[in-house]
């Protein structure tokens, strides 16, 4: 039996570009995920839109089972964040998104969470897994964490040869501005 053999882990899936190094890193490990795309960090629309589609189309070429949790959130994002825009990763998109994908996978049967954030060499890994472990131990799930960093550059290089979409910011609003404004 291989190492992740009869585990049922669900991965947060942020878009489809950071999904790739995961879902091979864990496929080689024996394990396959469901993928689980909650974002109402995600904004504008049209950004939440195409990452979805993008994701969508990606799970398809992959044969990986997707689950679509539709909440666009921004009103919900800008009152959780406004009082504390420094510290919105952590204190906000971090945790909700999180907290979310182990109420699914509690309720569905999953044993186990894990997120494609740790991907980015642009997140804070150590609060990414900080997060993931209280939020598994509430829910009585295991967390997993990979560092999938090294594999960074090969999902990138993956999705544009696809023609997948290739976000430019993070995510949210403010994010989009630090990209765009404050280089």
């Known amino acids: 039996m ?6 049922k882990l669900l991965m947060h899936t942020c878009c489809a570009p950071c999904s ?33 589609e993008s994701l969508a189309k990606y799970s398809k070429i992959e044969n990986v089972e997707t689950i679509f949790e539709e909440e666009y959130g921004l009103k919900d994002f800008c009152k959780n964040v406004i009082n504390n825009l420094e510290n919105r990763c952590v204190d906000y998109c971090y945790r909700v998104r999180l907290e979310k994908t182990a109420q699914y996978a509690k309720a569905n049967g999953y044993d ?6 740790f991907v980015s060499p642009y997140q ?60």
């Open 2 to 7: 291989r190492k992740g053999d009869n585990m």
């Open 20 to 52: 790739i190094n995961c879902i091979n890193v864990l496929r080689e490990e024996g394990i396959e995920p469901t993928l689980y795309w909650y974002n109402p960090n995600i904004h504008p629309y049209i950004e939440y839109k195409n990452r979805k």
């Open 112 to 117: 186990a969470i894990t997120t494609t954030l």
């Open 124 to 183: 804070n890994h150590q609060e990414i897994k900080k997060i993931l472990e209280e939020i598994a131990k509430k829910y009585s799930l295991k967390p997993i964490y990979r560092d999938f960093r090294p594999g960074f550059r090969i999902g990138q290089n993956k999705a544009r040869e696809l023609e997948l979409y290739m976000q430019k910011y993070c995510g949210c609003i403010f994010s989009e501005e630090d990209r765009y404004i404050k280089k």
